[in-house]
């Protein structure tokens, strides 16, 4: 059987772009492990179509032969989603080849692509149209959009302009069944029935293949400038946050906080990145304004803001980027928080969301929790203020070792916060998924009946379980 489905996608495909562990000189660990490290899988074959058509064949020659497939973009997911388990037996579907732009239509402010194409490229395209394609993340430069969409992208600007669902108004996608779904409309309207796109969207390969997509894009604002400022508490970021969206409107693009101990491990491990304020204050706030009229009117408008939050005490200190190069450098430090983290040792990740109202008190019960509970822990805790999303990430104490750490404390780390965040009304991830790094603690904390729905649509759509296995769902 093996060898007649690697004949069946090499005709599907053609030699070149199946890749085996029959030739040792092939080396497949690249597709075959996650962005962080913690999974290595092993590929019956790793297969590089390079067309919708070659797609439908791959999918329809694995359902003959009763293989599972698992598509891959970027490969930089977080929650093992992206990789083969390591039976031998699954076939890794990159769709990184399939990078082409198919149309630009400015009027109708849409752009449609292949799902390989890298998501830095899209921004890139959009931006020599004069237009903007708004999401954006750290890892821009290597994730593709049939990633960002199949996993629901978050990031920087969620707060204005959405998660990749706002961003998206029609997909074409390769079914269980190898069929081909022709569903790239710019439409902003269309009540004709279940809303397939967004059922699509957000299922990280278990339902279809995405191979294409037709973005949503936007004006380019006129001027965006960058304010961070020294909060007293986390009460203080959210009544903060409530000032700017009252003052500045669609205008705020971006509300990011930053803890202390996550800012003092950029100073530590990235000191060159001059990190501001942080030394006295529990927590930093970035904020971004983009605006439609002037640099001018965007930094007056900023500049009135921060005055009242200084004024109401919601802020001890601020700065305004006064450049497009100092702006940059306060989003890189930002960015470079996960970094840090990783330099300081191993750590237990969070991607979590609470309605933002809740956030102070949910930090104070939690970091006490957690503290109490396991004396000694750091908590790295930064995100999307804006959004509710908290990076609410655990590190193991000084000097322990991160190793051991993670294999005595983890599993107990995760029900502490996660119990947490049911009791607050939250949601165990927010913007990175389930894959299979979640997949058995989401039936603690989903909805059963939530939960029976996905499990009869997922039966319904891939009865043979062919595609991404075990990601999302169990059976
Ligand atoms: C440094 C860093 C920062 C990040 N920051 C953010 C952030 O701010 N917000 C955020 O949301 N995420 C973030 N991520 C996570 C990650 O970048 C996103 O999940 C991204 O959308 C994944 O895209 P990808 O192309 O790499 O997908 P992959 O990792 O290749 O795949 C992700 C999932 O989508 C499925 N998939 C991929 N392509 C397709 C397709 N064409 N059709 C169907 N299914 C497919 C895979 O099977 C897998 O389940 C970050 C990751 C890194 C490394």
């Not at 960002?148 to 959405?162: C, E, F, I, K, P």
């Not at 409309?185 to 279940?194: A, E, I, P, V, W």
Request: proline share 4%.
């Amino acid at each position: 059987m093996t060898t007649a489905l690697l004949q069946a996608l090499r005709s599907a495909v053609g030699d070149a772009q199946v890749l085996t562990h029959e030739d040792p000189a092939t080396d497949l660990s690249a597709w075959e492990t996650d962005w962080r490290g913690r999974a290595h899988g092993r590929a019956l074959a790793v297969v590089r179509p390079g067309n919708t058509d070659e797609v439908a064949a791959v999918v329809k020659a694995c359902a003959a032969a009763g293989a599972s497939l698992v598509p891959q973009g970027g490969n930089t997911g977080l929650v093992v989603g992206s990789v083969p388990d390591s039976s031998g037996t699954q076939v890794l579907l990159s769709l990184t080849r399939m990078n082409a732009v198919r149309a630009l239509d400015t009027a109708n402010l849409t752009l449609t692509v292949e799902a390989g194409c890298v998501l830095q490229a899209v921004q890139q395209t959009a931006e020599k149209a004069g237009l903007l394609f708004p999401l954006s993340l750290a890892a821009e430069g290597s994730c593709t959009i049939g990633g960002n969409l199949a996993t629901n992208a978050g990031g920087t600007q969620v707060l204005r302009y959405g998660n990749a669902r706002d961003l998206c108004l029609g997909l074409e996608v390769v079914t269980a069944q190898g069929d081909i779904w022709h569903g790239l409309s710019g439409l902003r309207k269309d009540n004709t029935g279940y809303d397939l796109r967004n059922l699509l969207i957000g299922s990280e390969g278990t339902l279809g293949i995405i191979t294409a997509a037709t973005l949503k894009l936007h004006p380019q604002p006129l001027a965006r400038l960058t304010a961070w400022a020294a909060v007293p508490s986390l009460d203080a970021a959210v009544a903060l946050l409530g000032l700017a969206q009252r003052q500045l409107g669609a205008g705020l693009t971006g509300f990011e906080v930053m803890g202390q101990f996550a800012l003092s491990l950029v100073d530590k491990h990235f000191s060159a990145l001059r990190v501001p304020l942080w030394r006295e204050s529990p927590y930093c706030v970035l904020l971004e304004n983009s605006d439609s009229e002037s640099e001018e009117h965007a930094r007056a408008q900023f500049e009135r803001l921060l005055e009242a939050a200084l004024e109401q005490g919601l802020a001890s200190d601020a700065v305004v980027a006064e450049s497009l190069a100092q702006a940059r450098g306060l989003w890189h430090i930002r960015e470079s928080i996960p970094l840090a983290q990783a330099q300081e040792g191993l750590n237990i990740k969070h991607d979590i969301s609470i309605p933002v109202s809740r956030i102070p008190a949910f930090c104070v019960e939690t970091d006490a929790l957690l503290a109490r509970e396991i004396p000694g822990v750091r908590l790295v805790n930064f995100g999307h203020l804006g959004d509710g999303n908290l990076h609410y990430n655990v590190q193991a104490p000084e000097h322990a070792n991160a190793a051991d750490f993670l294999r005595t404390q983890e599993s107990e780390v995760n029900r502490l916060v996660f119990e947490a965040v049911s009791r607050y009304g939250g949601s165990i991830s927010a913007e990175h998924g389930v894959g299979s790094l979640k997949v058995d603690t989401l039936p603690h904390h989903k909805d059963p009946v939530a939960l029976a729905l996905m499990r009869s649509i997922k039966t319904a759509l891939d009865p043979q379980n062919t595609m991404n296995p075990g990601r999302v769902l169990t059976r």
